[in-house]
């Protein structure tokens, strides 16, 4: 089993953060990057029970929301992935998990991934190589919601942060 763990602080409300990351419209996007709501959540838009399918380099992930308790914690599972052939790829998700956490003035977000490969011989080679790609994945995302979650506060003249 591989484990991703990426994290980061901002300079913003966990409320605020909380609501940015589970917004599967603006949070899970990129140049190569789409998501979309397949099904909506029992109370929330985007919370349990959620299924949302995300698209990235050609490979389609299908995922549901398994856990959902604002403003600290979500979790996710990958249920399937589709390859860019368009076969189903051999890979399972344990789990996935966002825990967003006051910092006095900061917010801390610490984004967790556990997967397996299941192909033999060459799977434990291919989490290593898949591993390190999905963790730069997930920074970059992590440092997308900063810099627009931090801009909007600085444009904000209610709201004062403090420069780094």
């Given amino acids: 089993m591989y484990q991703i763990h990426v994290g980061i602080t901002i300079d913003a409300p966990p409320q605020q953060v909380f609501d940015a990351l589970t917004d599967h419209e603006h949070f899970i996007r990129g140049p190569a990057v789409t998501c979309r709501l397949l099904a909506e ?45 368009g076969r ?7 789990r996935g998990w966002l825990d967003v956490v006051s910092n006095g003035e900061t917010t801390r977000v610490d984004w967790y991934s556990r997967f397996k490969v299941t192909m033999p011989i060459v799977g434990w080679f291919a989490e290593r190589m898949i591993g390190p790609r999905a963790a730069a994945a997930f920074q970059q995302l992590l440092d997308q919601a900063k810099t627009e979650l931090e801009g909007n506060l600085s444009s904000d003249p209610g709201v004062t942060g403090r420069s780094s």
């Fill in 88 to 94: 189903l790829a051999r890979f399972r998700h344990e």
């Fill in 41 to 85: 959540g029992r109370d929330h838009r985007n919370g349990l029970g959620a299924v949302r399918e995300a698209t990235s380099e050609g490979m389609v992930f299908t995922e549901e929301i398994t856990a959902f308790d604002p403003p600290r914690h979500f979790e996710y599972i990958v249920r399937r992935v589709i390859d860019p052939s």
